[in-house]
C-alpha cells in the first residue's frame, strides 16, 4: 500500500530556528514528491518539487531533499519567520499506465512565534 | 485562468441532496484531479482526468460519486444523495501533461451537509 508519513504532526518554535520537517513513503517507484504549504481555510501552495532523478531543490529559506532508495524527503527552513506558520504537506506522486497521482503525508502543523 | 478557479467555495446542503461541484482549470492544463480532504483526515485522490477520459477514478468513495470533464477544460464532481460522511472539503488541481511540472491546486469548495 502507498502511504506517506510526515514526523513531527505538529512543531512549534521561536523565531529565528531553523527546523527539519520530515516526510517517509513506503513505495519508492515514485515520479516525483512536492511539499505545499497550506494556511487555515485555504487552498495549497507548492514550494518545492523535487523529480526523482534529484536530490534537492531550493529555494530562498528552504530546502527540499530526497532520498528515494530509503523513501525519505526533509523539508529545511532556515531562519524561521512568524509568517512560516502554516501546515506543511509532502505529496508523493506515482505516475504511469491509468495511474497518475498523489499520495499525500499527514502533515505538520507548524507555529513560529515571534 | 490565471490560476484554479471551483465555485462554490462553500456549500451547506440537507442530507439526501445532489450536489454539484465545478473546477475550472488553468488554460492549457491537460490533467485535472480531485482530492478531498475531511476533518482529521489526509487529502485523498479521487479522481484524475486526461483530457476528457478519466484513466483513473480508483478513489471515488462510492456510486454516488462521480465527474465528468467537458472540452478538455471545466470539471464538474457530483455526489448523488449526499451523507454527512460527504462532509469535507473538495479540492481540484490541474496540471501540464503528466506530473512533470506539478499540480496547482484550487482553494476548494466546502461542502457541508445537515
Known amino acids: 500500500k502507498q502511504e506517506v508519513t510526515q514526523i513531527p504532526a505538529a512543531l512549534s518554535v521561536p523565531e529565528g530556528e531553523n527546523l527539519v520537517l520530515n516526510c517517509s513513503f513506503t513505495?519508492?517507484?515514485?515520479?516525483?514528491l512536492q511539499w505545499f504549504r497550506q494556511d487555515p481555510g485555504k487552498g495549497l501552495t507548492s514550494l518545492l518539487l523535487?523529480?526523482?532523478?534529484?536530490r534537492e531543490q531550493t529555494s530562498g529559506r528552504l530546502n527540499a531533499s530526497l532520498d528515494k532508495s530509503s523513501g525519505r524527503s526533509t523539508l529545511y527552513i532556515a531562519a524561521s519567520q512568524p509568517g512560516d506558520s502554516a501546515t506543511y504537506l509532502c505529496?508523493?506522486?506515482?505516475?504511469?499506465?491509468?495511474?497518475?497521482?498523489?499520495?499525500f503525508g499527514t502533515g505538520t502543523l507548524l507555529a513560529v512565534q515571534p | 485562468g490565471a490560476g484554479v478557479s471551483q465555485s462554490p467555495s462553500n456549500k451547506v446542503t440537507e442530507k439526501g441532496k445532489d450536489v454539484e461541484l465545478r473546477c475550472d482549470p488553468i488554460?492549457?492544463?491537460?490533467?485535472l484531479y480531485w482530492y478531498r480532504q475531511s476533518l482529521g483526515q489526509g487529502l485523498e485522490f479521487l479522481i484524475y482526468?486526461?483530457?476528457?477520459?478519466?484513466?483513473?477514478k480508483s478513489g471515488l468513495p462510492s456510486d454516488r460519486f462521480s465527474a465528468e470533464r467537458t472540452g478538455g477544460s471545466v470539471s464538474t464532481l457530483t455526489i448523488q444523495r449526499t451523507q454527512q460522511e460527504d462532509s469535507a472539503v473538495y479540492l481540484c488541481?490541474?496540471?501540464?501533461?503528466?506530473?512533470?511540472?506539478?499540480?496547482?491546486f484550487g482553494s476548494g469548495t466546502r461542502l457541508t451537509v445537515v
Open positions: 488541481a490541474s496540471s501540464l501533461t503528466g506530473t512533470v511540472y506539478g499540480y496547482t
Open positions: 513505495d519508492s517507484a515514485i515520479y516525483n
Open positions: 523535487i523529480q526523482s532523478s534529484q
Open positions: 505529496a508523493v506522486a506515482y505516475y504511469g499506465g491509468a495511474t497518475n497521482k498523489l499520495i
Open positions: 488554460s492549457g492544463h491537460t490533467a
Open positions: 482526468f486526461q483530457g476528457n477520459s478519466a484513466p483513473d
